[in-house]
T-cell receptor, first 111, second 113 residues
């Protein structure tokens, strides 16, 4: 079945440093979604990428979808303590909102 | 957006018993899903709750263990049956709003002793 791999599993940075998490699917995706889960919280939708090679920005966050629609990345510029949490990518192969989640990257930040 | 509530928020149960989790949405939605998140792990889709018909289960999940109801477009229940400690997880419902956004409920934290 479809698998979504995400690396790294953990990342610890100093506040102000950049952060990147990478996501790779075993199959071509209809779209990929990114979620953030704060400690003790539930996943919160960040963005969806649909087009091959698509790049979207949300303030300090930059999301990319690969040309082959099998990989994606999330880059945070100049991290802040509010960025702490686990970032999940989730692949949708069928376009039916049936998501396969990556393992998540847990981001911790030293203030 | 959609506001989703789940009941109970947490529970501690004895093995062999069953727990029914409720998910209520503040608007009518077509797509409702149930996920499981084991401690420190990622989310795994259990099933799609279909209004007016049987739920569609993912590989590894069966109706006898996780019966689901979807009586209308704003409500669904998930029952965890004949529980064992391995069922200790966070159970989350989610809804699809439009073609590109999915909202999650706050989750139900289940501990089975």
């Amino acid at each position: 079945g479809q698998q979504v791999m995400q690396i790294p599993q953990y990342q610890h940075v100093q506040e102000g440093e950049d952060f990147t998490t990478y996501c790779n699917s075993s199959t071509t995706l209809s779209n990929i979604q990114w979620y953030k889960q704060r400690p003790g919280g539930h996943p919160v939708f960040l963005i969806q990428l649909v087009k091959s090679g698509e790049v979207k920005k949300q303030k300090r966050l930059t999301f990319q979808f690969g040309e082959a629609k099998k990989n994606s990345s999330l880059h945070i510029t100049a991290t802040q303590t509010t960025d702490v949490g686990t970032y999940f990518c989730a692949g949708d192969a069928q376009g039916a909102q049936k998501l396969v989640f990556g393992q998540g990257t847990r981001l911790t930040i030293n203030p | 957006s959609a506001v989703i509530s789940q009941k109970p928020s947490r529970d501690i149960c004895q093995r062999g018993t069953s727990l029914t989790i409720q998910c209520q949405v503040d608007s009518q939605v077509t797509m409702m899903f149930w996920y499981r998140q084991q401690p420190g792990q990622s989310l795994t889709l259990i099933a799609t709750a279909n209004q007016g018909s049987e739920a569609t289960y993912e590989s590894g999940f069966v109706i006898d263990k996780f019966p689901i109801s979807r009586p209308n477009l704003t409500f669904s229940t998930l029952t965890v049956s004949n529980m064992s400690p391995e069922d200790s997880s966070i159970y989350l419902c989610s809804v699809g709003v439009g073609p590109d956004t999915q909202y999650f409920g706050p989750g139900t934290r289940l501990t089975v002793l």
